[in-house]
C-alpha cells in the first residue's frame, strides 16, 4: 500500500467518524477503532493517523472530541512501556488537550474522556497536574491521575496499591500497609518492574473504561463508598464456644477423609480418622492441611479485620463499575437485595453463603432467610474475622471453594454473591461442588459478572490486574457459567443480565 493510499484511507475513516450523524456515531467510532487498533494492539495504520486525529480534535464538537479523546489514548497505551511513533504523535497535541481540559466543565464527559488522554504522558507530569488542580477532581481521580504519571522508582518501589484509587490505600496504617506489601520483599527488579506495569494499566483501564462511558452516556454517576474506622477503634469478632457449629454438624464432611464431623468436649473432630480441626471466635478452619497448623490459624484470626471492612467501603463499589459496566448505577444495592430475599428459596437444611466476604450480603441472606440456617463460608481470615464482627450469630467456616467441606445432599441452599470472578479457575469445579452438596429442590443462587461483548469496554475491563490474578481480571461468559450448571445437575429457575451482571437461580431437580 502507497503512502497516498494510506493517508487517502486513514483520512477515509477519520472523516467518516467525524461526519457520522448522531444516531451514527457509536457505529463510526468503532469502526474508526477496528481499523487502528486490535484488542491493544496498533494497525499499519495507526501511526499516520494520530496527526490527522489531533488536528480534528481542535475541530469537532464536545461529543466527538470525547471519543477522540478515548482514541489518543488507547493508541498511546498500546506502546507502553516503550514510547513509540504514536505517543509522539500523540504527545504533539499536549497544548491542545490541556486547553480543552482548562475550558470542560468539571467531572463533564469532555472532561473525564480527556483525564485519561492526558494521564499517558509522564515527561509532562508537571503541566498536567497544574490543570487538573482546578478541574474538580475527587481524591480518588487524583490519585490515580498522579499514579499513572509516574515513573517507577526501583529503591521505593510502591506496588499493589493502586485498586480503587491510590487515595484508598493512603487510608491504611503503617501496619496494614505493612502488612499487604510483605510480598514485595521477594520480588526481583524484573518482577517489580513488571508489576509497577500491571498497576499503571489498572489506574489507566479505571480511567479509560469511566471515559469510554462518559463518551458515549455522559457523566458517569458519582460512586457512593463507605468508611472504615481507625485500626485501634475497628472491633474484633467475640469469642464463641464451638457449640456454635453443633446445629449444623451433621452436614459436615471432613476434608482429609470424608467422613463425619462431631463437636464434643469443646472439639471440632472427625469421626472417622480423629483428624481435629482448629476453631477460634466462631471460625472452623476446614482448610488443606487445617489439623496441622492450629496455632497458626488462631494466631491469624486477629490479622487485620480492617481488611474485611475496607473491602467492602471501597474496592467493592468500584469494583461493580468495573466489572458490571455499573457507570450509570442501573443496578443499585436495593437491586441486589431485592434479588435475594425473592429467589433464595431453601430446603431443609442449612444455607451457605459461599465466598460470603465481609458480610455485607450474609445480612441480606440472614434477613431471608434465618440467622439458624446460615453458615459463613470464605477462604481469607480477615474476611472472617470482619464478618464474625459484624454477624456475632453466625458460624463461619474457612476452606477453599474448590472442594466443600460438606456431604453430599446436605445443604439447603447455596448462595455465592459477587464472588465466582474471585477465583475464576476454580469456578468449574465450585459449582459441579454446589450441585453435589445441595438437597434435591435447593437453589444455588449467585451475581457475577461477564466479558462485556464491546471490545474497548472489554479491553478495558480486562487491564486491570490484581495480586491475586496478575493475567488481568478475568470474568465469564454467560454460557459458560450455563454449562458449568448444567453439568453439576441444576437447572437455571431465573436469569438477568444488566449491564455485564450475571444473576442467576439455578435449583437442584427432585
Keep these: 500500500m502507497s503512502v497516498s493510499t494510506v493517508d487517502s484511507t486513514v483520512a477515509g475513516v477519520v472523516d467518516s467518524f467525524t461526519g457520522a450523524s448522531a444516531g451514527e456515531l457509536g457505529e463510526e467510532f468503532h469502526r474508526l477503532v477496528d481499523a487502528l487498533w486490535d484488542d491493544g494492539e496498533l494497525t499499519a495504520l495507526a501511526v499516520p493517523a494520530v496527526p490527522l486525529i489531533v488536528e480534528r480534535l481542535a475541530q469537532v464538537d464536545d461529543e466527538r472530541k470525547g471519543y477522540l479523546a478515548v482514541l489518543l489514548g488507547m493508541l498511546t497505551e498500546a506502546e507502553y512501556p516503550e514510547p513509540g511513533p504514536v505517543t509522539t504523535g500523540a504527545r504533539a497535541g ?26 499517558h504522558f509522564p515527561a509532562d507530569r508537571e503541566r498536567v497536574l497544574a490543570v487538573a488542580a482546578d478541574r474538580g477532581l475527587t481524591a480518588d481521580d487524583w490519585t490515580r491521575l498522579e499514579r499513572g504519571l509516574l515513573d517507577l522508582d526501583l529503591e521505593n518501589p510502591v506496588i499493589g496499591r493502586v485498586f480503587p484509587s491510590p487515595a484508598v490505600w493512603a487510608l491504611m496504617d503503617n501496619d496494614e500497609q505493612a502488612f499487604d506489601q510483605s510480598w514485595i520483599k521477594a520480588l526481583s527488579a524484573e518482577q517489580i518492574a513488571a508489576n509497577w506495569q500491571k498497576d499503571t494499566r489498572t489506574v489507566w483501564g479505571h480511567a479509560g473504561a469511566k471515559a ?20 485501634d477503634q475497628v472491633p474484633t469478632p467475640p469469642e464463641a464456644p464451638n457449640e456454635i457449629f453443633a446445629p449444623h454438624v451433621a452436614a459436615f464432611s471432613c476434608p482429609s477423609c470424608q467422613g463425619g464431623l462431631e463437636v464434643a468436649d469443646g472439639a471440632v473432630r472427625c469421626t472417622g480418622c480423629s483428624a481435629e480441626f482448629p476453631a477460634g471466635k466462631g471460625i472452623l478452619n476446614l482448610s488443606e492441611g487445617a489439623q496441622n497448623n492450629p496455632g497458626d ?12 471492612l475496607f473491602y467492602e467501603a471501597y474496592a467493592r463499589p468500584n469494583f461493580l ?4 459496566t455499573n457507570w450509570g448505577g442501573q443496578v443499585t444495592p436495593e437491586d441486589e437485595r431485592r434479588y435475594i430475599a425473592e429467589h433464595v428459596r431453601p430446603v431443609d437444611g442449612p444455607v451457605l453463603d459461599l465466598a460470603c466476604g465481609a458480610g455485607r450480603w450474609t445480612e441480606m441472606l440472614v434477613e431471608a432467610v434465618g440467622a439458624d440456617r446460615v453458615i459463613a463460608y470464605d477462604a481469607y481470615t480477615p474476611m472472617l474475622t470482619a464478618l464474625r464482627t459484624r454477624l456475632p450469630q453466625l458460624p463461619a467456616v474457612m476452606a477453599s471453594a474448590a472442594v466443600l467441606p460438606f456431604g453430599d445432599a446436605s445443604l439447603g441452599a447455596v448462595m455465592c454473591w459477587n464472588a465466582l470472578q474471585a477465583f475464576p479457575a476454580d469456578t468449574p469445579a465450585a459449582i459441579a461442588e454446589v450441585g453435589r452438596c445441595l438437597r434435591p ?70
Excluded at 94 to 110: C, I, K, Q, S, V
Excluded at 212 to 231: D, F, H, I, L, Q
Excluded at 463 to 477: N, T, V
Design 441 to 510: 429442590g435447593g437453589t444455588f443462587t449467585l451475581m457475577t459478572f461477564s466479558m462485556a461483548t464491546d471490545p474497548i469496554a472489554r479491553y478495558f475491563q480486562a487491564s486491570h490486574y490484581f495480586p491475586g490474578h496478575q493475567e488481568g481480571m478475568r470474568l465469564f461468559e454467560l454460557d459458560d457459567i450455563k454449562r458449568w450448571l448444567a453439568d453439576a445437575g441444576l437447572t437455571v429457575r431465573h436469569e438477568a443480565t444488566p449491564g455485564t451482571f450475571i444473576f442467576i437461580t439455578a435449583v437442584k431437580p427432585h
Design 297 to 308: 490459624f488462631l494466631y491469624k484470626l486477629a490479622e487485620l479485620p480492617s481488611m474485611g
Design 212 to 231: 469510554y462511558w462518559a463518551a458515549g452516556n455522559g457523566a458517569p454517576a458519582p460512586v457512593v463508598t463507605g468508611s472504615v474506622p481507625p485500626r
Design 94 to 119: 499536549l497544548d491542545l488537550y490541556l486547553d480543552l481540559w482548562r475550558r470542560a466543565a468539571n467531572n463533564g464527559a469532555l472532561s473525564v474522556t480527556l483525564a485519561y488522554l492526558v494521564a
Design 321 to 324: 463499575r468495573i466489572a458490571g
